[in-house]
């Protein structure tokens, strides 16, 4: 089976450069969230996010997409098949961190890490591993996290740390930072414990980078700690991110139907309203069993029922 999804970061001038020429190509260009724009034709589709800015190349045709007119005409030069050459780093032996749930009001907090080598980097590639904000499917977060337990070489690591343990814990630290360090901190000695002679951990750059250092240093752990923005491109943080979004919605979905109430994701109108609906159904006191209590929905909730 080819290719059939492929991301690559673009310049900024690339942007307007690429959608002529998906234009003059015959595409169809569609609007969509958080994206410049996205392009269809056929079964290939395309979409330049405005993070990145990024573009996902998905369909059967990718292959042919990337090698006859994104590298020649955009990127300047050949990288699929090359990757090892341009990032090296991402083939060696290393773990991968990335968390899900921290800005929605409902359900868990997970973090989960993965480790990976070359052969393994190589095989989730070619499976269409990325990072899990682009995979808006959920059935496609699922399969793909089937894919990365399954492949040979790699070790995972999943800490769900679920509502009312959440709101315990927050009340311990003195920010969110310090909690969500203190669950990498966990996951890496985790991976530490399985692949003990892999010495490098990579994971999203923190505001402060000091307080993941702190957090893994307590937990006594001595690996490399590499830290940097948009380490979702690696593909071991890619993994794990997915790992992530499935233990967060598999939760979601059980918690759902456990309360025979929709949980929406985020924390915007419809949350509020789903909460209204959920203390009118269970009470204000459950409510620490499905949200995290310390974000502002949960005074607007309190507020509007004492009105």
């Known amino acids: 089976m080819g290719l059939t999804t492929y991301t690559q970061e673009i310049g900024e001038g690339d942007v307007e450069k690429l959608r002529e020429l998906l234009e003059r190509g015959g595409f169809e260009i569609l609007e969509k ?13 395309i979409t330049v996010y405005e993070k990145g800015p990024k573009v996902l190349i998905q369909g059967k045709d990718t292959e042919e997409f990337v ?18 050459v341009h990032n090296p780093e991402m083939f060696q032996p290393h773990f991968g961190i990335d968390e899900s749930g921290k800005g929605d009001y409902y359900g868990p907090l997970v973090i989960a890490g993965a480790f990976t080598d070359s052969e393994s980097t190589r095989a989730l590639m070619e499976a269409g ?24 070489g790699v070790k995972v690591s999943v800490i769900l740390v679920g509502p ?17 360090a203190w669950g990498h901190a966990k996951v890496i000695k985790e991976l530490s414990e399985l692949v003990p002679q892999c ?28 830290q940097r923005t948009k380490g979702e491109s690696d593909v071991a943080v890619a993994a794990a991110s997915i790992l992530a979004r499935e233990g967060f919605v598999r939760w979601m979905e ?7 109430l929709p949980l929406p994701l985020g924390a915007g109108a419809p949350v509020l309203q789903s909460g209204r609906d959920f203390i009118a159904l269970h009470g204000r006191e459950r409510l620490g069993e499905v949200a995290k209590l310390h974000f502002k929905t949960t005074n607007q909730l309190t507020s509007t029922e004492n009105e």
């Not at 990325?130 to 492949?151: A, C, E």
């Not at 009312?164 to 909690?179: S, T, V």
């Open 67 to 84: 090698k006859f007119t994104l590298e020649p005409e955009i990127l300047g030069e050949a990288r699929l098949g090359y990757e090892e």
């Open 33 to 45: 969230p958080y994206a410049h724009y996205g392009a269809r034709k056929g079964k290939l589709n």
């Open 129 to 152: 591993v990325m990072d899990s904000k682009r995979v808006s499917s959920r059935d496609r977060i699922i399969n793909l996290s089937g894919i990365i337990r399954r492949t040979k």
């Open 199 to 226: 010495s490098r951990a990579l994971s999203d750059q923190f505001a402060n980078p000091r307080i993941l250092e702190r957090a893994l240093a307590r937990q006594e752990v001595n690996v490399e700690l590499q």
């Open 254 to 260: 059980k918690a759902s139907e456990t309360w025979d």
């Open 164 to 180: 009312k343990r959440y709101n315990e814990l927050y009340g311990k630290f003195p920010n969110l930072n310090e909690l969500l």
